[in-house]
C-alpha cells in the first residue's frame, strides 16, 4: 500500500448513517476510511498518476446509494462503487492532465449526471446516461458552493442535523427564525442543541449566515 504525500482536501461521505472519509495521494491510491482510521471494505483502490484535487460523491444510477470519483495528472477519470468496484465504461481517458477536483452536477437538467473536470488543455464534460441526483452529497470541491469544507453530520444525542432545530429534516427559514429567537432570547427551538451550527461552542451571527449560505445553495 502507498505511503506517498497527502496534498487534497479529505472528502466526507455518509455511509449508512455513519460518516467516512476519502482523499488521494501522490502515488494514485484513493482511500476511504472510517473515523476510526480503519480502511472501509474494499478500499483503497489504485489509479493511474496523482489523484488531482478531492475525491467527490454523488448518485449516478440512481439506486440510492453513492459512486466515488476522481481525476488524475495522467489524464484519467475514475469512478467506483462504495465496496471499490469499478462503475461501468471507467476509468476514462482525457487524453490531458486533470488539474483539480471534478465536479458533478446535472448540468443540463436532463435528469442525469455529468462529470466535469478542468485538464491541462481543455474541459471534459462526460454525460452519465443513468437517472442520478448530486443534492446532499459532496459533488464539488470542498463540498459546497463557498468551498469551506464544512461536513455536517447527523447527531443521534441531538436527534436532529446540525441548523435543523425544528427536526422536521429540512434546514430551511423557519430554523434561520427559531435560532434568530435563541439568539434573541425569544425563545428555544425542540432542538436547541442544533443550533450551534459551526461547532465552536456558541450559537451567534455566524452560524445564521452559515445556515442562510446552506439554504441559498440548495
Request: hydrophobic share 40%; aromatic share 8%; with cysteine.
Given at each position: 500500500m502507498s505511503e506517498d504525500k497527502v496534498q487534497a482536501s479529505p472528502s466526507f461521505l455518509e455511509i449508512n448513517g455513519e460518516a467516512a472519509v476519502f482523499?488521494?495521494?501522490?502515488?494514485?491510491?484513493?482511500?476511504?476510511?472510517?473515523?476510526n482510521g480503519t480502511p472501509l471494505p474494499g478500499w483503497p483502490v489504485v489509479m493511474n498518476g496523482d489523484i488531482e484535487g478531492s475525491v467527490v460523491f454523488s448518485d449516478l444510477d440512481g439506486d440510492g446509494e453513492a459512486e466515488i470519483v476522481a481525476?488524475?495528472?495522467?489524464?484519467?477519470?475514475?469512478a467506483f462503487y462504495l465496496d471499490g468496484s469499478t462503475y461501468p465504461y471507467f476509468p476514462m481517458l482525457n487524453g490531458s492532465p486533470f488539474k483539480g477536483s471534478p465536479l458533478i452536477i446535472d448540468l443540463d437538467d436532463d435528469d442525469d449526471l455529468e462529470i466535469i473536470g478542468g485538464s491541462a488543455n481543455n474541459l471534459a464534460v462526460i454525460d452519465v446516461k443513468e437517472n442520478g441526483g448530486s443534492d446532499n452529497y459532496w459533488h464539488i470541491f470542498r463540498g459546497n458552493n463557498?468551498?469551506?469544507?464544512?461536513?455536517?453530520?447527523?447527531?443521534?444525542?441531538?436527534?436532529?442535523?446540525l441548523g435543523d432545530v425544528t427536526g422536521d429534516g429540512e434546514i430551511n427559514i423557519l430554523d434561520l427564525v427559531q435560532i434568530s429567537n435563541l439568539i434573541l432570547e425569544f425563545s428555544v427551538p425542540e432542538y436547541e442543541c442544533a443550533a450551534d451550527y459551526t461547532q465552536d461552542g456558541e450559537v451567534n451571527i455566524l452560524d445564521?449566515?452559515?445556515?442562510a449560505n446552506l439554504i441559498l445553495d440548495n
Amino acid at each position: 500500500m502507498s505511503e506517498d504525500k497527502v496534498q487534497a482536501s479529505p472528502s466526507f461521505l455518509e455511509i449508512n448513517g455513519e460518516a467516512a472519509v476519502f482523499f488521494g495521494n501522490n502515488d494514485g491510491y484513493i482511500h476511504g476510511l472510517d473515523m476510526n482510521g480503519t480502511p472501509l471494505p474494499g478500499w483503497p483502490v489504485v489509479m493511474n498518476g496523482d489523484i488531482e484535487g478531492s475525491v467527490v460523491f454523488s448518485d449516478l444510477d440512481g439506486d440510492g446509494e453513492a459512486e466515488i470519483v476522481a481525476a488524475s495528472n495522467t489524464g484519467e477519470l475514475g469512478a467506483f462503487y462504495l465496496d471499490g468496484s469499478t462503475y461501468p465504461y471507467f476509468p476514462m481517458l482525457n487524453g490531458s492532465p486533470f488539474k483539480g477536483s471534478p465536479l458533478i452536477i446535472d448540468l443540463d437538467d436532463d435528469d442525469d449526471l455529468e462529470i466535469i473536470g478542468g485538464s491541462a488543455n481543455n474541459l471534459a464534460v462526460i454525460d452519465v446516461k443513468e437517472n442520478g441526483g448530486s443534492d446532499n452529497y459532496w459533488h464539488i470541491f470542498r463540498g459546497n458552493n463557498q468551498r469551506n469544507g464544512l461536513y455536517v453530520v447527523n447527531s443521534d444525542e441531538c436527534g436532529a442535523i446540525l441548523g435543523d432545530v425544528t427536526g422536521d429534516g429540512e434546514i430551511n427559514i423557519l430554523d434561520l427564525v427559531q435560532i434568530s429567537n435563541l439568539i434573541l432570547e425569544f425563545s428555544v427551538p425542540e432542538y436547541e442543541c442544533a443550533a450551534d451550527y459551526t461547532q465552536d461552542g456558541e450559537v451567534n451571527i455566524l452560524d445564521l449566515v452559515q445556515i442562510a449560505n446552506l439554504i441559498l445553495d440548495n
